[in-house]
């Protein structure tokens, strides 16, 4: 018996309604994607209050700011909006605000200024203080990315950390443009940690010791990964750096997660003691309790 070439085969055959089920069910369980957050809306329920519907200020600060004095980059920014700012009224928001949230007021708040962000204001050719005066020179301008410290090791050279994790050597005048090499990984993932300041022996001449603050983190690429700074020492010949020795680094149990607020300056007193920060990595309210815990 002939088959009937436009009669549907018994297995694809389905009952009655059973069709519009399985693509019903298909539909619901297609990903749909998270609505944007209303920026402005957030800003006008949980900002306005204090800073003004237009950003203007009132109980709080105006948001319209040439002034960053708690830190303008985006990750600061949202670092106050996450956790508060110690000191001041300003709460944190972590737990009521999700994290795209909080990216989207940072936008907002980016968005809405009079003034370029990173407009680098001129320094003045001298500061008085109150038993000197300071005269401003410039040494390098467009051969320097991100620059933290710099150390003199002669008349007419110095080591200049960058916090993209290298140092350069600036002679006569000019910057190498070669890095020096070999140093440790640090964190990149956020704008305040990298290579910190520097810091030389007080017997350079004769051991040639470079000390270093670095930031450290489990996954240097990942901003929430724990961490905590490191420091270290070592010794740079041409451009590399050398014989590192660790004298700060702590057990990973102590670093602290949603690793930032890095810290990391260095100084020796007259008796050679070094003395370091290492940053409150967002926990600045530990800094005030007088036990050390």
Known sequence: MAQNPNRMPRAARLPAGLGLLLVSLLLAAAPVAAAEPDARALYRLHCGGCHGQALEGGLAEPLIKSDWRFGRDGFSVESNIRHGIPGTDMPGYLGELSDEEM??????????????????????????????TLRVEYLATDELENPWG??????????????????????????????????????????????MDIALDPDYAENGWVYAAISHSEDPNDRYARGLTRIIRGRVDGNRWLDTEYLFRLDPDYHLPDSKHWGGRLLFDRDGFLYFSIGDMSAAMNSQDPSGR
Do not use: C, N
């Open 103 to 132: 990216t989207a007021l940072v936008e907002l708040i980016y968005s809405l200024q009079t003034e370029e962000v990173w407009l680098a204001k001129p320094l003045p050719p001298a500061v008085e203080t109150e038993h000197y």
């Open 150 to 195: 710099i150390e003199f090791t002669g008349p007419s050279e110095a080591l200049i950390s960058e916090d993209a994790g290298y140092p350069l050597r600036y002679r006569d005048g000019k910057v190498d443009p070669e890095r020096i090499t070999g140093l440790p990984p640090v964190d990149v993932a956020t704008s305040t940690g990298g290579l």
